[in-house]
């Protein structure tokens, strides 16, 4: 189930940590002001089903997916919780096996050539890249983009407003994600308005209302 149809137009995914599932709401109504539509929901705190839940409930025009899946059984908890789309940092063969049968968007995590034709083999031309910064960043993405020209990537990991523009820009990008869009001093004061004025500029410095134009 390759996520490039779902994620088509898309060019900024906030990725997010949240402890709080009663600030879903705000959080999704702030990105969503500033045009970023579309949340990944990082699976690295108790209550992340609840916000994508929540979310997914409340806000149905806003596209809500899961990150962080790293089991087959995780799959279950999310789509259940009402999430559109995963996303891995890897690509386990159990773990691939069990998106076939839950039938759901996935971006599995790849950064090496064979990890990269792997998953083309199993039908993924969208894959996650991370940690971007760590792994190489548009230096390796263009290296790989020559001899694997079909291959397109969602990079995360490292990534800044000043290094979005050199992301996007490569024809091989997809997307990007990043953690910068909701700093957790921000959403622990729920300074909302912030929020939306980072996500602003970010789309402005990244040309990303030009490109939804």
């Not at 995360?156 to 290094?163: A, Q, R, S």
């Not at 939306?196 to 970010?202: D, V, Y």
Request: glycine share 8%.
């Amino acid at each position: 189930m390759d996520a490039t149809k779902l994620l088509h137009g898309v060019r900024i995914v906030p990725v997010v940590v949240v402890d709080d599932p009663s600030i879903a709401i705000p959080l999704a109504e702030a990105l969503y002001e500033a045009d970023l539509g579309t949340i990944e929901i990082t699976l690295r705190t108790p209550s992340a089903l609840d916000v994508i839940e929540n979310i997914a409930v409340k806000l149905p025009e806003v596209v809500v997916g899961a990150g962080s899946v790293r089991a087959a059984n995780q799959l279950t908890q999310i789509k259940n919780a009402g999430a559109r789309f995963a996303v891995s940092p890897g690509s386990g063969q159990q773990l691939l096996d069990a998106v076939a049968k839950h039938e759901i968007p996935f971006v599995p995590g790849a950064v090496t050539a064979s990890e990269i034709i792997n998953l083309q083999e199993r039908g993924y031309t969208l894959t996650k890249f991370f940690p971007a910064e760590l792994a190489g960043g548009t230096k390796l993405l263009k290296a790989l983009g020559a001899p694997l020209p079909e291959a397109r990537f969602f990079p995360t990991g490292g990534i800044t407003p000043e290094l979005a523009m050199d992301y996007l820009a490569l024809p091989s990008v997809t997307c990007i994600g990043g953690s910068w869009l909701t700093p957790a001093d921000l959403l622990a004061a729920g300074d909302f308005r912030a929020i939306t004025r980072i996500a602003r500029e970010t789309a402005t410095l990244a040309g990303y209302q030009e490109f939804r134009e």
